[in-house]
């Protein structure tokens, strides 16, 4: 979709990701629990409106205590608290009991393995350690929400959630089988993020127009000693945030897009299409040009950003919670800036952007009492409130309601690094797209080739290691993979 100058904040994000939690990256911190003294017991609650129901049909009277196993990753943990003050202060009789963590997945994980109902919490965070979350949801262990789709938002009385959210939200949202076990509330932009200020003392340019152009900025910048992209090495994939969407830029120029989109969702030719080789191929070539960190195996996120913060580095491959995620480390005079790398060499042709929809998602516990789902599936709705939406946006949380714009106070309250998102996308012919798939794969093999694709990367980025052998190799046990699942 072509973002226009009059509508491009209402169509920016028409993508899911194919990997739902790859909408933020994980912070430092302890586990942190707020307690709530209420239960599911039926013990009233006070209330001072009339009759004893809501508008949404449940008892004003009935305490219900909901437990949430928090991810607390770059968009903090603010929004969430924020969102739980608002829910609660309208439904008094419901209390949250917050266990946050940046490596909640592992208690997950744990929980779900022991199968224990009761010790589970009612709701999580979708953050899991490999297949665990994927196998869980095919086994029925969640609850299924894709009825949430035809339900009212709070706010927009009259109007289905389907309809209020930003387009192709539903279709590319995660699921399994078909069927949704989360139901987003946000969304994230995967790219280069930089220093405008550092960008225009040392003037490089800032919106390359054709891959040549965007070679020439690496070469300058390199030429001035500074690190031309960095990524961690501890989390490899962070690099192809820039690329994802590149093979799709490369398929349309080529005029071969909607052959490749329909391969490319249901997991045909994952490493052996042209186009993806192609932009393999690159990479490589930037590698051997020394374009990205020495040891970037020994950095992590927090590591590789800061070294963009401290002008070590002049472009990071981050998603655009890196500013929250940052916050108290961002220096005076730092602004927000973003490119993709254009894959054409004709300038004024789009430039694909990859944009995720899973932000602050949640899962409910299947075996959990029906009075606790209900009220666990009202949050979920209430996430999706211009209020809580705006709140969202000052911790990085792209908006995902395409009405959110229509309030021209609410784009005040976003901050710098999705203001840079959206300022480069109206500039530059952006189109968003989305690294989804329409299958998922838990077969050993599917596992297998992923790997195999994954520890590549930094001798790739190193100029060390051709990707194509690699990528036949993982071609090949995809290909058995595929011939399974027929």
Same mark, same amino acid.
């Given at each position: 979709?072509?973002?226009?100058?009059?509508?491009?904040?209402?169509?920016?994000?028409?993508?899911?990701?194919?990997?739902?939690?790859?909408?933020?990256?994980?912070?430092?911190?302890?586990?942190?629990?707020?307690?709530?003294?209420?239960?599911?017991?039926?013990?009233?609650?006070?209330?001072?409106?009339?009759?004893?129901?809501?508008?949404?049909?449940?008892?004003?009277?009935?305490?219900?205590?909901?437990?949430?196993?928090?991810?607390?990753?770059?968009?903090?943990?603010?929004?969430?608290?924020?969102?739980?003050?608002?829910?609660?202060?309208?439904?008094?009789?419901?209390?949250?009991?917050?266990?946050?963590?940046? +490596?909640?997945?592992?208690?997950?994980?744990?929980?779900?393995?022991?199968k224990n109902d009761e010790d589970m919490f009612d709701i999580v965070s979708p953050s899991f350690n490999g297949d665990e979350?994927?196998?869980?949801? #095919?086994?029925?262990?969640?609850?299924?929400?894709?009825?949430?789709?035809?339900?009212?938002? =709070?706010?927009?009385?009259?109007?289905?959630?389907?309809?209020?959210?930003?387009?192709?939200?539903?279709?590319?949202?995660?699921?399994?089988?078909?069927?949704?076990?989360?139901?987003?509330?946000?969304?994230?932009?995967?790219?280069?993020?930089?220093?405008?200020?550092?960008?225009?003392?040392?003037?490089?340019?800032?919106?390359?127009?054709?891959?040549?152009?965007?070679?020439?900025?690496?070469?300058?910048?390199?030429?001035?000693?500074?690190?031309?992209?960095?990524?961690?090495?501890?989390?490899?994939?962070?690099?192809?945030?820039?690329?994802?969407?590149? =093979?799709?830029?490369?398929?349309?120029?080529?005029?071969?897009?909607?052959?490749?989109?329909?391969?490319?969702?249901?997991?045909?030719?994952?490493?052996?299409?042209?186009?993806?080789?192609?932009?393999?191929?690159?990479?490589?070539?930037?590698?051997?040009?020394?374009?990205?960190?020495?040891?970037?195996?020994?950095?992590?996120?927090?590591?590789?950003?800061? #070294?963009?913060?401290?002008?070590?580095?002049?472009?990071?491959?981050? !998603?655009?919670?890196?500013?929250?995620?940052?916050?108290?480390?961002?220096?005076?005079?730092?602004?927000?800036?973003?490119?993709?790398?254009?894959?054409?060499?004709?300038? !004024?042709?789009?430039?694909?952007?990859?944009?995720?929809?899973?932000?602050?998602?949640?899962?409910?516990?299947?075996?959990?009492?029906?009075?606790?789902?209900?009220?666990?599936?009202?949050?979920?709705?209430?996430?999706?409130?211009?209020?809580? #939406?705006?709140?969202?946006?000052?911790?990085?949380?792209?908006?995902?309601?395409?009405?959110? *714009?229509?309030?021209?106070?609410?784009?005040?309250?976003?901050?710098?690094? =999705?203001?840079?998102?959206?300022?480069?996308?109206?500039?530059?012919?952006?189109?968003?797209?989305?690294?989804?798939?329409? +299958?998922?794969?838990?077969?050993?093999?599917?596992?297998?080739?992923?790997?195999?694709v994954t520890e590549m990367i930094v001798e790739v980025t190193a100029g060390k290691k051709d990707p194509l052998?690699?990528?036949?190799? *993982?071609?090949?046990?995809?290909?058995?993979?595929?011939?399974?699942?027929?």
């Open positions: 979709m072509r973002v226009s100058s009059r509508n491009w904040m209402a169509k920016i994000f028409i993508v899911m990701l194919a990997f739902a939690m790859v909408v933020g990256c994980s912070s430092g911190g302890k586990d942190t629990t707020t307690p709530a003294p209420s239960d599911n017991s039926g013990t009233p609650a006070p209330s001072d409106a009339a009759g004893d129901v809501y508008e949404n049909g449940l008892s004003k009277t009935e305490k219900v205590k909901i437990r949430w196993g928090y991810w607390e990753n770059g968009y903090g943990r603010a929004w969430a608290d924020n969102a739980v003050a608002k829910f609660t202060e309208k439904y008094p009789n419901v209390s949250f009991e917050i266990t946050a963590s940046p +490596v909640i997945r592992d208690l997950i994980g744990t929980k779900i393995a022991a979350g994927t196998i869980a949801q #095919q086994a029925g262990m969640f609850e299924e929400l894709t009825d949430l789709w035809e339900r009212e938002v =709070p706010d927009a009385p009259g109007k289905k959630l389907k309809d209020v959210v930003l387009d192709n939200t539903v279709e590319y949202s995660a699921k399994v089988d078909g069927k949704f076990y989360q139901i987003p509330m946000g969304a994230g932009t995967l790219g280069l993020f930089y220093d405008k200020a550092f960008f225009k003392e040392h003037g490089w340019n800032e919106a390359p127009k054709t891959y040549s152009e965007f070679l020439a900025l690496l070469e300058d910048i390199k030429a001035d000693g500074i690190i031309p992209i960095t990524y961690p090495g501890v989390y490899p994939t962070y690099v192809h945030f820039a690329l994802t969407m590149k =093979p799709f830029e490369l398929a349309q120029q080529q005029g071969n897009l909607e052959a490749f989109t329909k391969d490319f969702r249901a997991g045909v030719n994952m490493y052996s299409a042209p186009e993806v080789k192609e932009m393999w191929t690159r990479l490589y070539d930037m590698g051997k040009k020394g374009y990205f960190p020495e040891g970037a195996a020994a950095l992590n996120h927090t590591q590789s950003q800061m #070294q963009l913060l401290q002008h070590k580095a002049a472009l990071a491959a981050t !998603g655009d919670w890196v500013e929250n995620e940052m916050l108290d480390s961002i220096p005076d005079g730092f602004e927000w800036g973003f490119m993709a790398i254009p894959f054409s060499e004709k300038a !004024g042709e789009e430039i694909w952007v990859e944009n995720v929809i899973g932000s602050g998602s949640l899962m409910i516990w299947k075996n959990k009492p029906e009075l606790m789902k209900s009220w666990a599936k009202e949050f979920a709705l209430f996430l999706m409130t211009n209020d809580i #939406q705006a709140v969202n946006g000052a911790s990085g949380i792209a908006p995902i309601r395409k009405d959110f *714009a229509d309030n021209a106070e609410n784009l005040t309250k976003l901050q710098k690094a =999705p203001q840079a998102v959206l300022e480069y996308v109206k500039n530059n012919n952006g189109r968003f797209g989305s690294g989804v798939r329409d +299958v998922t794969f838990s077969e050993p093999d599917a596992a297998k080739a992923t790997k195999l052998p690699v990528l036949e190799e *993982a071609d090949k046990l995809m290909k058995k993979v595929l011939e399974g699942k027929k």
